[in-house]
């Protein structure tokens, strides 16, 4: 783990202007233009970007589509390509320090957990596909003795990257890892307010022995580059991870141009469900507590609406009260801090956006509520919680991706089962219970890609992530991600 030294030497680095990554090499967008990083740790800028367009993006995706032709990656021997991944692997845990700072420099998270999610986890990921892409075999058909049937695992050619401000570099590399591997080219849209992470790390495959053009990012406004990425021809396939009303456009604009593929994993509002024999209530209530609050709720899976049986109602809340106090919010690049910053002033203004909205609506708040830390200039918010939650409250339906906790009651499992369902969105959700068959009957019923039991989140890159409903559809992680970058091609050859 980095220590306290290492955190304050490397957050007083000079970041500077950071260009765009086309063609193995940092650019300026076309038109020069910047945009300011102001870090929500403490409200200053601290480095620029450059704010691409259309023709930048026209620019990377042209140098994508020229490497994928050429061959030197598509064509290249999956051992080759396992070698060149491996030695990626390796300097992201070189430069695991240098990553995880900057990270938090950027979106907030606190030091503890970007630590090992993002350049740890990025690491690990990259260093998973290297392993699996010599090991994927195509199949021979089931035919008649004079017809050889084939079924080939080719690349899809220019594959589109665009993720979230969260956890920009693990869900980048849940994408561009498998496209990779696969033999891809990708163009990689990271966050506005995200970037500085993605480019270092296509600065690193590039060192690693990455050909140009094979990784590119083109930094720049989600509805300028993004848009751009989307309707573009000459992109194959969009994998994004983001918000839903993004993701629907994504899909409108494969449908206006190339008919691209587009896989999509959304929002949540996760339900994680609490029996009265869950077999240790406070344990729960910690697990229960940091699955809402860490990285300021600012997680995909997060279990934002708790369900809890109502003979231990009381008793659990108590626990959890005693569990969110004694989280310390606070500077990110501080080691004693539980949960650090909001990822900037916006989103901090939606997230109280969404305190007024349910106390209006007669939802009683029960602990936070409001900003913190204001004096440091940073975006700070309390651990939120509400009782007397409804299923029609705005809370209960809509993605807050704050540290706001709605809470409900349930009597019987059919009742729980009915409140965990009763949204449009099912991407994780959680059962605490000492009962197997309890467990089992659960898992099955929640509609939810992800069913955790006795335990929130944790989950690793053996299996996949994704959603159902309006949490999207394309699973990231696993051997399941690559399906998501190769066609399958048949030769049906006729042996006379």
Partial sequence: MISQNAIDTLRKVEIGARGLFIDGAQTDAMKGAKLTVTSPIDGRPFASIADGNAVDVDRAVTSARKAFEKGSWS???PAFRKKVLTKLAELVEKHVDELAVLGVRDNGTE???AYKAEPLSAAGTIRYYAEAIDKIYGEIAPTADNVLGLIHKESLGVVGVIVPWNFPLMIGAWKI???????NCVVVKPPEIASLTL???AELASVAGLPAGVLNVVTGRGAVTGEALGLHMDVDAI???GSGPVGRRLLEYSARSNLKRVFLELGGKSPNIVFADAPDLKQAAVVSANGIFRNSGQVCVAGSR???????????MDELLAATTRLKVGDPLNLTSDVGAVSSAEQLDKNLGFVERATAEGARLVSGGGRILAETGGSY?????FENVTQEMQLAREEVFGPVLGVMRFKTEEEAVRLANSTVYGLASAVWTSNLSTAHRMVRAINA????VNTYGGADITVPLGGVKQSGFGRDKSMHALDKYTDLKTAWISLG
């Fill in 75 to 77: 064509r290249a021997a």
């Fill in 111 to 113: 030091i503890g957990m």
């Fill in 177 to 183: 890892a498998p496209a990779l591997a696969a033999g």
């Fill in 199 to 201: 480019l270092l790390l």
């Fill in 239 to 241: 994998a994004f991870t």
């Fill in 306 to 316: 708790l369900l809890v049986q109502a003979s231990v109602y009381d008793r659990f």
């Fill in 381 to 385: 918010m309390a651990p939120t919680i």
């Fill in 449 to 452: 890609g992800v069913v955790h």
